[in-house]
């Protein structure tokens, strides 16, 4: 597979670029990679890159974006942090990878068995851990679907959590980006959530947020 340029990158709609990525996480689920030349692909970046997502995702070793879609150098733009929250750093990031660096699609993916959803959820207090456990909060507080064993050892309630912090974080993009939003009403970009099976390396995506 060849590198992405400034022509086939505008040539991508946001649906296009989003049909990329369930491929090549079809392609890493059944074990099979696209043959790439890095080398190359280093030598055709060298004067500039031309990705056409970016994908917001944790910190988590198993969950590198570039592995799971199977994608290569100058492909996608990867914004990691615990917990795959929002800050206004990360939304500056976003904005330059789409406003700037031509990207047409944005994802907000989790994952299941998140240590930060489960520090979230265990009210774990400590140093700067706290202040980041705090902005999933929200997610907790949604989740009202379980009655009982609202706890770590519930994996449906951890699940439902995961799920609804990726849909709060999409929600706060359009909410705090004008000009994200208005590239979405454009049909510019497309944002997206998605969730990562740890256990099958399959990603779920939420088209519709």
Same mark, same amino acid.
């Given at each position: 597979?060849?590198?992405?340029?400034?022509?086939?990158?505008?040539?991508?709609?946001?649906?296009?670029?989003?049909?990329?990525?369930?491929?090549?996480?079809?392609?890493?689920?059944?074990?099979?990679?696209?043959?790439?030349?890095?080398? &190359?692909?280093?030598?055709?970046?060298?004067? !500039?890159?031309?990705?056409?997502?970016?994908?917001?995702?944790?910190?988590?070793?198993?969950?590198?974006?570039?592995?799971?879609?199977?994608?290569?150098?100058?492909?996608?733009?990867?914004?990691?942090?615990? !917990? =795959?929250?929002?800050?206004?750093?990360?939304?500056?990031?976003?904005?330059?990878?789409?406003?700037?660096? !031509?990207?047409?699609?944005?994802?907000?993916?989790?994952?299941?068995?998140?240590?930060?959803?489960?520090?979230?959820?265990?009210?774990?207090?400590?140093? =700067?851990?706290?202040?980041?456990?705090?902005?999933?909060?929200?997610?907790?507080?949604?989740?009202?679907?379980?009655?009982?064993?609202?706890?770590?050892?519930? *994996?449906?309630?951890?699940?439902?959590?995961?799920?609804?912090?990726?849909?709060?974080?999409?929600?706060?993009?359009?909410?705090?980006?004008?000009?994200?939003? *208005?590239?979405?009403?454009?049909?510019?970009?497309?944002?997206?959530? !998605?969730?990562?099976?740890?256990?099958?390396? &399959?990603?779920?995506?939420?088209?519709?947020?």
């Amino acid at each position: 597979m060849r590198t992405y340029t400034k022509q086939t990158q505008d040539e991508l709609t946001p649906e296009l670029a989003l049909n990329l990525l369930k491929q090549g996480n079809e392609r890493f689920v059944n074990n099979i990679k696209a043959h790439r030349n890095l080398l &190359q692909q280093v030598n055709e970046t060298s004067a !500039g890159q031309y990705p056409f997502a970016a994908i917001l995702s944790c910190i988590d070793s198993r969950t590198s974006a570039e592995l799971i879609f199977d994608q290569g150098l100058g492909d996608i733009l990867s914004i990691r942090i615990a !917990g =795959n929250i929002l800050n206004d750093d990360i939304l500056g990031s976003m904005e330059l990878a789409c406003k700037l660096a !031509g990207s047409k699609l944005i994802v907000v993916l989790g994952h299941t068995k998140c240590g930060a959803i489960e520090g979230a959820c265990n009210n774990i207090v400590l140093g =700067n851990i706290t202040a980041l456990l705090n902005k999933i909060k929200p997610a907790i507080e949604q989740e009202t679907e379980t009655k009982t064993e609202r706890n770590v050892n519930n *994996e449906s309630f951890l699940k439902n959590v995961t799920v609804n912090n990726v849909f709060i974080t999409v929600k706060k993009i359009k909410e705090q980006s004008s000009i994200l939003l *208005e590239m979405e009403q454009t049909k510019q970009i497309k944002i997206v959530g !998605g969730l990562h099976d740890i256990d099958t390396g &399959q990603v779920t995506f939420f088209d519709k947020i």
